[in-house]
């Protein structure tokens, strides 16, 4: 079966944790889309444009990786594109309540619809986009927190 999953999430910006959680499912699923969610009422630090782009270079060499942006539900999303698997990263149990109410959730809406979760890897567990955004912006050293093609450009953007 060829199947795809999908990883939505903010990505202001790209994290270790995220490209951890992308690169596992990349080994598990033939193709992972990973959805950078556009969230008008809300302003986010990386344009959708510039969160796309570090994505799309932390992840250029999982060729079965493709990143997309998408506003609105993502059950919506994926029942337009023919998605019936989303893959999320649990880091610890003050995930798990939202977590499971959005899988709950995303099941009425689309009951075709499955979420998977992947236990953080130990290092990651306490990072965050905006974890970050504070230590960068306030020129603290990212190099440990973000994938090192794109940590110049992170890390410059946030000093600004
Ligand atoms: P955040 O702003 O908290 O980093 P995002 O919405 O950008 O969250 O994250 C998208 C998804 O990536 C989260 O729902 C979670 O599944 C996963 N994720 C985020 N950070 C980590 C991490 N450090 N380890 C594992 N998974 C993570």
């Known amino acids: ?3 795809t999953v999908i990883c939505p999430g903010s990505f202001d910006p790209v994290t270790l944790g995220h490209l951890d959680i992308i690169t596992r499912a990349a080994k598990m699923f033939d193709r992972v889309v990973v959805a950078v969610l556009v969230n ?16 799309r270079d932390a992840v250029s060499d999982l060729p079965n990786v493709d ?5 609105g539900l993502l059950a919506e ?4 594109s023919g998605i019936g698997t989303i893959v999320k990263g649990l880091r610890a ?15 009425k809406l689309n009951p075709g619809l ?3 979760f992947l236990t953080a890897d130990a290092d990651s567990t306490f990072l965050s986009s905006s974890v970050v955004r504070e230590i960068g ?10 994938p090192a ?3 110049d450009r992170i890390a410059a953007r946030l000093r600004k």
């Open 40 to 55: 008008s009422s809300k302003t986010p630090t990386f344009s959708t444009e510039e969160r796309m782009e570090l994505l």
């Open 149 to 151: 093609c794109v940590h």
């Open 114 to 116: 499955e979420t998977m």
């Open 93 to 107: 149990v003050s995930d798990f309540e939202y977590e499971f109410q959005m899988a709950i959730a995303n099941k």
């Open 77 to 80: 999303y994926c029942k337009n």
């Open 1 to 3: 079966m060829n199947q």
């Open 137 to 146: 912006s306030m020129g603290g050293d990212i190099s440990n927190f973000v």
């Open 67 to 71: 990143i997309v942006s998408f506003e």
